[in-house]
T-cell receptor, first 114, second 112 residues
Framework: KNEVEQSPQNLTAQEGEFITINCSYS?????LHWLQQHPGGGIVSLFM???GKKKHGRLIATINIQEKHSSLHITASHPRDSAVYIC????????????????FGTGTRLQVFP | NAGVTQTPKFQVLKTGQSMTLQCAQD?????MSWYRQDPGMGLRLIHY???????DQGEVPNGYNVSRSTTEDFPLRLLSAAPSQTSVYFC???????????FGPGTRLTVL
């Protein structure tokens, strides 16, 4: 079982729909990252969060540390949001974990149709 | 700033050949890392460096070497390429390793 699980694996939506992508993890973490990978292959960092909620434009990321769960929401989705969204976590210090490393989920492929 | 740059973008090798993937960043980041991305799998860490002169292994280091002689550059060497090393390789950097990750555009490597 992966330490970072994302759901769904694939998601299709009509333009304008509200999108939710989920990320669950099984270890104690110090931070969680959301990344976006466009069809051209480039990877861009969207959010880094350790508690609460962050918002940037139409994107909202939330995290619940107690439940070991994070969500990425896209409001008023648009075809240009079509991409793979990747969740990654950094271990918290202690328990022998290397806190310099990120552990990645396998990604959620989102397609938004006009 | 150019950010994180990688060369080449594409490469085809024959089994047994060697090559170096180049990575450079101009943000004065201490932390740099190399990942490989394979279909159906998350990004996997190959090697990383927390500063000039310091490198360490990641999850999948076998068949790869790295060095970090300057803050800016972090090349990845394939000593004897194997078909299992066919993948897309990403270099990334961050300030002190705990901050936002900046990724290069990737190198698509095919080993025949």
């Amino acid at each position: 079982k992966n330490e970072v699980e994302q759901s769904p694996q694939n998601l299709t939506a009509q333009e304008g729909e509200f999108i939710t992508i989920n990320c669950s993890y099984s270890v104690g973490i110090s931070a969680l990252h959301w990344l976006q990978q466009h069809p051209g292959g480039g990877i861009v960092s969207l959010f880094m969060l350790s508690s609460g909620k962050k918002k940037h434009g139409r994107l909202i990321a939330t995290i619940n540390i107690q439940e070991k769960h994070s969500s990425l929401h896209i409001t008023a989705s648009h075809p240009r949001d079509s991409a793979v969204y990747i969740c990654a976590v950094r271990y918290e210090a202690g328990a022998g974990h290397n806190t310099d490393k990120l552990i990645f989920g396998t990604g959620t492929r989102l397609q938004v149709f006009p | 700033n150019a950010g994180v740059t990688q060369t080449p973008k594409f490469q085809v090798l024959k089994t047994g050949q060697s090559m170096t993937l180049q990575c450079a960043q101009d943000m004065n980041h201490e932390y740099m890392s190399w990942y490989r991305q394979d279909p159906g799998m998350g990004l996997r860490l190959i090697h990383y460096s927390v500063g000039a002169g310091i490198t360490d292994q990641g999850e999948v280091p076998n068949g790869y070497n790295v060095s970090r002689s300057t803050t800016e550059d972090f090349p990845l060497r394939l000593l004897s390429a194997a078909p299992s090393q066919t993948s897309v390789y990403f270099c990334a950097s961050s300030y002190r390793g705990r901050g936002e990750q900046f990724f290069g555009p990737g190198t698509r490597l095919t080993v025949l």
